[in-house]
């Protein structure tokens, strides 16, 4: 029987020291927070230059918030309120911002690469320089863009009214 124990332990500290091992050698981003903000309340908040990459601010009231030259790739952004928000240089490539309303808000210089931006309103908006590269959007709201595109970004160095192909 004490053979079985110390068999079992052996096999325990070896699983052990493997699983140690395994989670030491992921790429950890040490800067970046995942953290979630669905249905909150974050009006006037201070995102600016953060790195929030894939996180969730699904049906947040963000009006008036500030996430200038913020790191938002890949995150969620279903549903929620943008208003006079201030998204100047964000980088959203990747992300959902389907049903958001952009009303009055500064996406100059923005990056909206492959976002998904389906029934979004863009009420007064400033897209001045912002890359909308392969965005699924809407026809009406492209039209709706195409009518206020001008600049490139600076990142990329893509001319807003190409990335959103306008004619």
């Given at each position: 029987?004490?053979?079985?124990?110390?068999?079992?332990?052996?096999?325990?500290?070896?699983?052990?020291?493997?699983?140690?091992?395994?989670?030491?050698?992921?790429?950890?981003?040490?800067q970046a927070e995942t953290l979630s903000f669905s249905h909150a309340q974050l009006k006037n908040?201070?995102?600016?230059?953060?790195?929030?990459?894939?996180?969730?601010?699904?049906?947040?009231?963000?009006?008036?918030?500030?996430?200038?030259?913020?790191?938002?790739?890949?995150?969620?952004?279903?549903?929620?309120?943008?208003?006079?928000?201030?998204?100047?240089?964000?980088?959203?490539?990747?992300?959902?911002?389907?049903?958001?309303?952009?009303?009055?808000?500064?996406?100059?210089?923005?990056?909206?690469?492959?976002?998904?931006?389906?029934?979004?309103?863009?009420?007064?908006?400033?897209?001045?320089?912002?890359?909308?590269?392969?965005?699924?959007?809407?026809?009406?709201?492209?039209?709706?863009?195409?009518?206020?595109?001008?600049?490139?970004?600076?990142?990329?160095?893509?001319?807003?009214?190409?990335?959103?192909?306008?004619?």
């Amino acid at each position: 029987m004490s053979f079985l124990k110390s068999s079992i332990f052996v096999r325990l500290a070896i699983a052990l020291v493997i699983a140690i091992t395994f989670l030491l050698t992921l790429p950890v981003n040490a800067q970046a927070e995942t953290l979630s903000f669905s249905h909150a309340q974050l009006k006037n908040r201070d995102f600016s230059g953060r790195d929030l990459i894939g996180s969730g601010f699904a049906n947040a009231n963000m009006e008036g918030a500030n996430f200038e030259n913020a790191d938002v790739r890949g995150a969620v952004f279903s549903a929620s309120i943008l208003r006079r928000a201030n998204l100047k240089g964000a980088n959203f490539s990747g992300g959902l911002l389907d049903q958001a309303d952009f009303a009055k808000a500064d996406l100059s210089d923005a990056l909206l690469v492959e976002t998904i931006l389906l029934r979004s309103t863009f009420d007064f908006v400033n897209i001045d320089g912002a890359d909308f590269t392969d965005a699924i959007m809407d026809g009406g709201q492209r039209k709706w863009l195409c009518t206020k595109a001008k600049g490139k970004n600076s990142k990329t160095g893509v001319d807003t009214r190409e990335s959103l192909e306008c004619d």
